[in-house]
């Protein structure tokens, strides 16, 4: 869907980006995640030609964008900034309206594709009138993401689209974009400098420093014990043990039911949320449930502790 | 506020009015002759044509100045065009009127002349740090979006950029009004000729009157236009209260 072929950038003397190789598939949530001045910001702005690259090709839907004239490739493609830039002076409706406006929609099928962004979005009805200084910078956010979908792109860039909001509202985004992105199938393409949020969310991982891509894979890879300690240490150092838990299911290390097992649990937990009721519980072993609630299986602290991936 | 401003800046128009009244200033000054009140509305009416004159070009200039050297295309002109602004506000209007009165002759001209140089500096001033400070995230994301520059120009920068740069025109507006009675010394006719005629004949009475019709003009047109700027923008339903460009347009949380 999106494919960067040795591409490098430079702005004057300073090389913002050097020699990076990278194919995101149609549907993937590949977050690029590095510090600031890593140049995770300008492959981003490479893939709908807000910067250029001084050497290699990006290609989107396997098109080189340079054959492609920049409006047009913009319109096909959403774009979520951090500091949302809303238009202050239009209301929520009309915000999330510009690009089908732009791509000459007809008046009735830019305002029921209005409602059906604001449903995605979770605001109701009443915001559509509403101005940007009148919402909160978690609301923001949303009218931002619905209107960087509202001509429906296949593809969605999203340049730290959360970093100015407060941790817990940070957190509901996080899960709605996650909902939406499996909902709607589309390719994102997200920037964060927040390792836990690339794991949280990631279905492919690229990991930058200094214009270089040191690692791309998916979470499970990257926190794979041998791995490079510079990614490493990004992702958590010794807690990467523990961070790992979170991405395999009781299932994968599940034994047959017994007898004496306290209260069950569902075969899709995962080992962090097994973890965390047996100590709860002071248990060492937990019955596992399947959809119906009947027992299929347990699984143990013993088991969790040798056989976790 | 703007409303209440217009109304405070229209009682003041009044009051100068009032001063300007014959009567009134007769018995102020102790005089028995001040200048007739017809006369004194005739100038009135030269007055604001000349103003008018010089201001209508003046704000066509500075405003398509102002953005063309906002454009990457235009912005190499910028420190010229910042050079020959600040150079045409700190030459006096008198001396333009002084140095132009031989080669445009006597009359209005060289009075309309001086009032388009000296009033460029705030309008074009205006507008170029109105759209150099013009919510640039909202530009940003334009520009994201597939925008064309036109287009970011008129639907993102001059909407946003307006307010200030409507504020630019009315200094220079009221800049002229007061401005242009200098226009009197090289005979054009304007609210300066009972000045010019009470100094020459010294009577206070027309100088006072001449002072207080400018100043009552000069009011009376700034409450007007603060008055049409209100209304355009309820009309434009923007929220109410006016917000300073570099505030965050989101509240936290």
Redesign the interface.
Known sequence: MIGFDRVSVSFGATEALEDVTLSVAPGALCVLVGPSGSGKSTLLRLV?R?VEPTAGRVSVRGTDVTALE???????IG?V?Q???????R?VAENIA??PR?LGWERRRIDARVTSMLDLVRLGEEYRER????????Q?QRV?LA??LAADPDILLMDEPFGAV?PI?RGSLREELRRIHQKTGKTVLLVTHDPIEALELATQIVVLRDGRMVAAGTPMELMAPAGDPFVRDLFGGELLALRRLRFTPVAAIMEPPLAGAAPGIPAATSLWDALIRMIDQRAIRLAVNDEAGGVVGSVSLRALVERHP | MRRRTALVVLALAAAAALVAAPPVAGWLLGRADPYPAERLAALALNHAAIVGLAVVPTALIGVLFGILITRPAGRPLRPLADAVVAASQAVPPVVVVALAFPALGFGAAPTVLALTIYCLMPVLRGTAAALDTTALDAVAAARAMGLTPGQILREVEIPLAWPVVAESLRVALVLAIATAAVGALAGAATLGTPIVIGLQNQNEAYILQGAAATAALAFLTDGVFLLALAGARRRARLPGRARPLAESPYRPG
């Open positions: 709908n807000l920049p409006a047009q490739l913009r319109r096909s774009y900034i500091s949302v830039g809303l238009f202050p002076h209301s510009t690009v732009l101005y940007p200084a009148e919402l909160s910078g978690g923001a931002g209107r960087a407060d509202t």
